[in-house]
């Protein structure tokens, strides 16, 4: 069964702190993309990358850092310099070089708080 | 850049009732448009795609969504809902690859 798998489906993070969210796909997706959704505001996106080795910020990339060493793999590390995390986090891929064009595959997301 | 509006935050209905939520889009070029479903701590789910051809859209679901190019518009439809529709519903929009953009949603409840 294909699909978008995200881990873990909680996670919490203390002051100071880098955490690491985990997003894996078996779909073959050339692209992927990192997604942060708080209440009322929709989905903003982070970073994508449409390709292994390449990536490019998105509208919200300041305090968070990621890479694409595999095509199947596109993790998020959220930084201490993201002084607002909270949030519930969504990784998407999508087929084809031309990907913005495609629609997209979600995983069920990771929930960050802070402690 | 393109933007997209939902004017509804909340849409309530009563089960077996008609709902149409609305969808409107500003772009100075061409688009693909989509609807996504998103239920509770889940991800988001393709709901329907418009990117040629006939503008009335099926979906899954029983969902369908006409495109209004006069209109910019792109609103969901759905002629009897269920109390398994209640989740939150947003429109979508890409300007052929250069940009894709979400709306801020809206979160459907369908009433016993």
């Known amino acids: 069964d294909g699909g978008i798998t995200q881990s873990p489906k909680y996670l919490f993070r203390k002051e100071g702190q880098n955490v690491t969210l985990s997003c894996e796909q078996n779909?073959?997706?050339?692209?992927m993309y990192w997604y942060r959704q708080d209440p009322g505001q929709g989905l903003r996106l982070i970073y994508y990358?449409?390709?292994?080795?390449?990536?490019q910020k998105g509208d919200i990339a300041e305090g968070y850092s990621v890479s694409r060493e595999k095509k199947e793999s596109f993790p998020l590390t959220v930084t201490s310099a993201q002084k607002n995390p909270t949030a519930f986090y969504l990784c998407?891929?999508?087929?084809?070089?031309?990907?913005?064009?495609?629609?997209?595959?979600f995983g069920d997301g990771t929930r960050l708080s802070i402690l | 850049a393109q933007s997209v509006t939902q004017l509804d935050s909340q849409v309530p209905v009563f089960e077996e009732a008609p709902v149409e939520l609305r969808c409107n889009y500003s772009s100075s070029v061409s688009v693909y448009l989509f609807w996504y479903v998103q239920y509770p701590n889940q991800g988001l789910q393709l709901l329907l795609k418009?990117?040629?051809?006939?503008?009335l859209v099926k979906g899954i679901n029983g969902f369908e969504a006409e495109f209004n190019k006069s209109q910019t518009s792109f609103h969901l439809r759905k002629p009897s809902v269920h109390i398994s529709d209640t989740a939150e519903y947003f429109c979508a929009v890409s300007d052929y690859g250069q940009n894709f953009v979400f709306g801020p949603g809206t979160r459907l409840s369908v009433l016993p």
């Open positions: 779909l073959n997706h050339d692209a």
């Open positions: 990358s449409q390709i292994v080795n390449d990536f």
């Open positions: 998407a891929s999508s087929m084809g070089r031309d990907a913005l064009s495609q629609p997209q595959h």
């Open positions: 418009y990117l040629s051809g006939s503008t």
